[in-house]
């Protein structure tokens, strides 16, 4: 793992070394009970509202949350207005102003200004501006403050070995992908001084964040369709166990077995859910430790490339844990909806004996 890794090559950066963060076992999150499946989904919306990089999303989220019956809303929300907000969020023009946006969030004025400057300024124009932008003004952008940086030379001349070994350790260790990716460019056979400087610069922290919006969209994308899936079902198998409590005889007893099909239905629907959410957990966990040892290697660096990535890291794990609480959270959802399910099945299914 990376964090051990680091800890051996980077003895000259820290003095003593952190030992290697094993992944530990989920978190327990409080356990929620069926009355407060409607509050969790609230919960959740309010996470989107906040998390997610799509801007029409957050959009969409936030007028759920404020809406007069929002109860009402957030699942509308969960069944219909999250899949077109989704739809509109490929839209060229929504999706270049996303792209600013992450641009100018992961490409400081400090170490990259005339990107940082380009994607301000198309912010705040037009749509025109913000394609252009997209197309070819970042390129250029980013082609200006590179030669900027070779013609003071001040960032190359400071590369030392342990830069190099610790971006290699990137490239072989780190937990994500894109991450990975750009290590690996900016040590490729023909990769010169000023692709180590650039990855330096912007490129390590653009990626990590390409990494944490990845991760979130998987876990979001995944869980919005069970969750519009499993409000059906849990509504069909409460409507079905009321029609067998209102029943009598051997009609009653016919709708118990439905309503005990629907139950078993509905808890089956939660098993995916509840995997994906406990992997999740770990994914989170391996980042956060991750970045935690990334942050403590750049707070005690000296040289001037450590600069970029020592204001970002810290952030970096923190944004990390609280996915790690936020998948928490959600697994707990699920586990309460598939005990919600159970619960019905064995109230609906007749013991030996009953009529």
């Known amino acids: ?47 989107l509202a906040g998390s997610d990089s799509r801007s029409t999303v957050k959009a969409a989220a936030w007028k759920a949350l404020t809406s007069s019956s929002v109860d009402a809303a957030i699942a509308r929300f969960i069944v219909s207005d999250f899949p077109f907000a989704k739809k509109r969020a490929a839209d060229a023009k929504v999706r270049n102003a996303d792209f600013a946006r992450r641009v100018l969030a992961t490409h400081t004025a400090e170490f990259a200004p005339e990107v940082h400057a380009a994607a301000r300024y198309a912010l705040d124009h037009t749509d025109a501006d913000r ?38 350790l990137l490239r072989d260790h780190d937990p ?4 990975r990716a750009a290590a690996t460019f900016a040590l490729r056979p023909a990769a010169t001084d000023a692709d180590l400087v650039e990855f330096f610069a912007h490129d390590w922290v653009g990626a990590a964040a390409l990494d944490l919006e990845a991760f979130r969209l998987g876990c979001v994308d995944a869980d919005m ?17 009321q029609a067998a ?59 001037l490339n450590w600069h970029a990535i020592a204001g970002t890291a810290g952030a970096t794990a923190d944004s990390w844990a609280a996915e790690r609480q936020n998948a928490a959270e959600q697994a707990a ?7 919600e399910a159970l619960a019905g099945e064995r109230r609906t299914t007749p013991t030996d004996g009953a009529a």
Do not use: C
Not at 133 to 150: I, L, Q, S
Not at 246 to 253: K, L, S, V
Not at 273 to 301: D, M, S
Not at 333 to 339: D, F, G, I, K, P
């Open 176 to 179: 994500g992908e894109q991450v």
């Open 245 to 303: 409590r209102d029943a009598a005889g051997e009609a009653a007893t016919q709708l118990r077995d439905a309503a005990a099909r629907a139950w078993r239905e509905a808890g089956a629907q939660t098993g995916p859910a509840r995997v994906a959410w406990a992997q999740a957990q770990l994914v989170a966990e391996e980042q956060a430790a991750n970045w935690q040892q990334v942050a403590q290697v750049a707070g005690a660096a000296t040289g």
């Open 1 to 47: 793992m990376l964090a051990a890794a680091a800890g051996a090559a980077l003895s000259g950066l820290l003095a003593a070394p952190g030992p290697a963060h094993a992944i530990p076992a989920p978190l327990s999150a409080p356990s929620l009970t069926s009355t407060d499946i409607r509050s969790g989904d609230w919960v959740y919306v309010r996470y």
């Open 225 to 241: 369709l069970w969750r519009a899936t499993s409000a059906g079902l849990v509504t069909r198998a409460r409507a079905a166990e």
């Open 333 to 339: 959802y699920w586990q309460a909806l598939y005990a």
């Open 131 to 168: 394609d252009y932008f997209a197309r070819t003004g970042y390129a250029a952008a980013k082609e200006r403050d590179r030669v900027a940086r070779e013609a003071t030379g001040e960032q190359a001349a400071a590369l030392a070995q342990t830069d190099r070994d610790f971006v290699a």
